[in-house]
């Protein structure tokens, strides 16, 4: 008698205006965690490589996050896969490990990148990052360990109709379950392309509906910038903040500099009413590494 083969499940995602050309999907855990840095370890600047000892990566609790293998992922890596991930939803909720069939210039383009020779050896670059970047992860109801992509084909020449066949791992599933994943606007993130910090704060602050002030030491360590120097962190934080401002909209997003929440950051997307008035919803309290958690993301695009 043939051995059943458990085929892991993923879940039906609720998107009330379907999966949209720049609809990107992704993990609530993974984006409430420094799992994606936003260093962007450009020209010479040599990426951290897991090896022997693993990496505990700084999370909003009760998310554990922890890279056990390959090198450092980035806001680039971060780009590529949200939208891989959104690929394999095209057709529906996938079943095991989800295939994605793509020409290079389709993927660069739906980046916001031009095509080119360093582009393209970029791409190739990231896809290997991805697929050797190893996690072991704990979120609610769920301990488990994955790879981000299980397989990256490549097919040059001859008359393939895809350049690409990339494969999603299986095990990412469970990291989707019970709401845990979010909607980004895929045009926002290309906005915010010349900024590693501004996209990494953005997909933070998108994940939840509101959030209360928090300090800049807390938001450090999530966005993987332990190491970086105060006064330079905080030149960097206002600066990527204003252009989240800017880009999304909302209406307050910065460090405040005078009043009862100085040295704090305060970011309030809302909902103008047309007498200007602007409503929150449920306040969820983003803590670093503490004792309190987090409520499920938001399942809309953020604007």
């Known amino acids: 008698m043939q051995e ?11 998107l009330p205006h379907g999966l949209l050309a720049d609809t990107r999907i992704a993990p609530n855990a993974l984006v409430r965690s420094a799992a994606f840095s936003t260093l962007e370890y450009a020209g010479g600047a040599q990426r951290p490589e897991i090896a022997a000892e693993p990496l505990s990566l700084a999370a909003i609790k009760p998310y554990v996050i922890v ?10 890596d971060a780009d590529l896969f949200f939208w891989l991930l959104s690929r394999v939803y095209r057709g529906g909720a996938p079943k095991g490990d989800a295939p994605a069939f793509f020409k290079r210039a389709e ?4 980046l916001g990148r031009k095509r080119g020779g360093k582009t393209d050896l970029l791409l190739e670059d990231s896809l290997q990052r991805l697929s050797g970047a190893v996690f072991a992860y704990e979120i609610p109801g769920t301990v488990g360990r994955t ?3 299980s397989c990256v084909e490549r097919f040059d020449g001859g ?3 895809y350049d690409y066949k990339v494969t999603v791992a299986g095990d990412v599933a469970p990291l989707l379950d019970d709401s845990e994943w979010l909607v980004l606007n895929g045009k926002i993130r290309e906005q915010l392309a010349s900024d590693p910090l501004a996209r990494g704060l953005y997909a933070f602050y998108a ?3 509101s959030a209360f002030p928090m300090l800049p030491d807390t938001l450090k360590g999530l966005m993987g910038r332990e190491s970086m120097q105060d006064s330079k962190w ?9 252009k989240v401002r800017s880009a999304t909209g909302w209406v307050q997003c910065e460090l405040v500099s005078a009043g009862p929440l100085t040295g704090k950051i305060v970011v309030q997307k809302g909902i103008h009413r047309r007498r200007g008035r602007a409503t ?3 306040v969820l309290k983003p803590v670093h590494n503490e004792t309190e958690s987090c409520s499920p993301p938001v399942r809309a695009e953020s604007q």
């Open 67 to 76: 890279q056990v293998a390959g090198l450092r992922l980035s806001q680039s």
């Open 207 to 209: 994940s939840h509906q």
């Open 234 to 242: 905080r030149n960097a934080l206002v600066n990527a903040l204003a």
């Open 159 to 161: 008359e393939n109709p």
């Open 107 to 110: 993927a660069l383009a739906a």
């Open 147 to 149: 790879k981000l992509l």
């Open 4 to 14: 059943a083969i458990e085929v892991l499940s993923w879940p039906e995602l609720s």
């Open 280 to 282: 929150s919803s449920k």
